[in-house]
């Protein structure tokens, strides 16, 4: 066991100052200028400090998201880069941009994601089921890939370890109860890697943890048909009986980034207002309002 380097019996108190830090957040755009799980993270993490690299498939929607942050936090705290995640080259060039840029990375926020294909086992199409895997799994592990290794590269702080590693899964990686396969499956297999790497990376001082938003209301629902009476169900499924938004999300990844969360990995966190705790009637709801297409993928 190693030996600390400060007082045990009297610990220093953990900041939640994200100074001198460096994040990458993928899928960090947003449609229009709405508050996505991204955009949120990306403005809350520059908010405490970080200095943040902004990747998303769709460059616009990235530079929105850094002329959000290098507005209000000063020029230079954000740039923009445009990459796919699916890709394993794009992935380097995003840690490597990264590096180059500000010199080091300690934060990955793996946040790229999509609804996919609907259908059960028997009526999914194997393709799009393939595709579905490769964007919301497949492209966490590849960031992860070239990640770790230059977080590895920073001194190990006593506190706050070498890096984090924040996966953006979902409640239905919990419930199930989905008419679609692919969505609760992919989302599923987010939380037990973010185990698996958590438990493998320790030893490097690599913290992995992972936020599963429930029913929020961002863009990339309300840019769906939805109606008045899915939206109020959907409050009425929360314990809390209120709607969540991108700010959830994003206060939940920056408190798991910073050193006030040392002592976390592993841990998989629901922010949905208690949903998952009262199952009944979970799927029906979710299945609703699901997010389709490829948008907001970096």
Avoid at 46 to 63: H, I, K
Avoid at 108 to 114: F, S, Y
Avoid at 214 to 240: H, Q
Avoid at 261 to 272: E, F, K, N, Q
Wanted: with cysteine.
């Amino acid at each position: 066991m190693s030996k600390p380097s400060y007082d045990p019996e009297n610990p220093p108190r953990p900041s939640r100052s994200l100074a001198g830090k460096v994040a990458i957040v993928t899928g960090a755009g947003s449609r229009a200028n709405g508050i996505g799980n991204g955009r949120a993270a990306s403005i809350l993490l520059a908010e405490a400090g970080a200095s943040v690299v902004c990747a998303d498939l769709n460059l616009e929607w990235a530079q929105v998201t850094v002329d959000m942050i290098n507005r209000e936090f000063g020029e230079k705290t954000a740039i923009a880069i445009q990459g796919d995640v699916t890709k394993e080259e794009d992935c380097k060039r995003l840690v490597d941009t990264a590096l180059s840029t500000y010199g080091r990375l300690d934060i990955l926020v793996n946040n790229v994601g999509v609804g996919g294909p609907m259908g059960t086992a028997v009526e999914v199409e194997v393709e799009k089921w393939a595709r579905g895997l490769e964007i919301n799994v497949t492209s966490m592990m590849l960031m992860s890939k070239f990640a770790i290794p230059a977080m590895c590269k920073n001194d190990r702080h006593e506190i706050s370890g070498c890096g984090a590693i924040v996966n953006i899964s979902s409640v239905a990686g919990m419930i199930g109860g989905s008419p679609m396969l692919l969505y609760p499956t992919s989302k599923g297999a987010i939380i037990n890697m973010t185990r698996a790497m958590a438990f493998q990376h320790a030893p490097q001082g690599i913290r992995v943890n992972c936020v599963c938003p429930g029913m929020l209301y961002t863009p990339m629902v309300y840019t769906n048909p939805m109606t008045d009476e899915i939206r109020e169900a959907r409050r009425e499924r929360s314990l809390l009986k209120t709607e969540g938004n991108g700010w959830d999300t994003g206060a939940a990844v920056r408190f798991l980034a910073s050193d006030e969360a040392r002592w976390i990995t592993g841990v998989v966190l629901p922010v949905d207002a208690g949903s998952t705790a009262a199952t009944t009637g979970q799927g029906k709801h979710l299945s609703q309002t699901l997010p389709s297409g490829e948008e907001g993928k970096a």
